[in-house]
C-alpha cells in the first residue's frame, strides 16, 4: 500500500458556487433548443452531471456512457473502450457532454469523436476540471468549471484507485517519498 495524504484543492462552497455559475451559462445558451440529452462520462463525472443539471431551468434527458483506459495507476493506459453504452438515441439531438477531468485530452476525443458518429445535431463538452498542462490533442471545450495546472487529484468524483469520489471537496493526492 502506497502512502498518501490529501491537501484541499478547492473546498465545497467554491464548487457549489461555480457549479451554479456554470448551469447559469448553460441554461441561456440551450433553454431555447429542443431534444437536449445530458451525457456523462462515467464513472467520475456523476456527482457533477447530478449537480449541474439541478440548477437546469430546461428539460433534458440523462445518459451515460463508461470508458476504460485508466487502470489503478495514476497513468493512462493508452487504449480505450467502452464499457457502457449511451442508451438513448441521440441522432438529431442537442448533447451536451459532461466530464469530470481532462488532462491529456485522447480520451475525451475519443469519446466526442464516437458520439459525432451518432449524428447529434449539436455536441457541446462541459468539464469539471481541466489540465492543460497534459493535453497531447486538442480538444473543443465548451464550458469548464476550474483550470488546474498539476497534481493528482480526487473528490467530487474524481478517484484514486475507486476510493475518495464521495469527497465534497477536491484534494491534491501527496504520496509520500
Not at 149 to 169: A, C, K, M, T
Request: glycine residues 6%.
Amino acid at each position: 500500500m502506497i502512502d498518501y495524504k490529501l491537501k484541499l484543492i478547492i473546498n465545497e462552497n467554491s464548487i457549489k458556487n461555480r457549479v451554479k455559475e456554470i448551469a447559469k451559462k448553460i441554461s441561456d445558451e440551450y433553454k431555447a433548443l429542443d431534444n437536449v440529452i445530458v451525457i456523462g462520462i462515467l464513472k467520475g463525472a456523476f456527482i457533477f452531471l447530478a449537480d449541474l443539471i439541478r440548477h437546469f431551468d430546461f428539460p433534458v434527458q440523462v445518459d451515460f456512457i463508461r470508458i476504460a483506459s485508466y487502470g489503478s495507476s495514476t497513468e493512462t493506459s493508452g487504449t480505450i473502450k467502452i464499457t457502457k453504452d449511451v442508451e438513448l438515441n441521440i441522432e438529431g439531438k442537442n448533447v451536451l457532454l459532461v466530464e469530470d477531468i481532462v488532462d491529456t485530452g485522447l480520451s475525451l476525443e475519443w469519446v466526442i469523436n464516437y458520439l459525432k458518429s451518432k449524428n447529434p445535431a449539436s455536441l457541446k463538452v462541459c468539464v469539471f476540471i481541466d489540465k492543460k498542462e497534459r493535453r497531447e490533442c486538442e480538444v473543443q471545450i465548451d464550458y469548464t468549471a476550474y483550470v488546474i495546472e498539476q497534481g493528482f487529484l480526487v473528490g467530487y468524483g474524481l478517484d484514486y484507485s475507486e476510493n475518495h469520489r464521495q469527497l465534497n471537496g477536491v484534494y491534491e493526492v501527496i504520496f509520500d517519498e
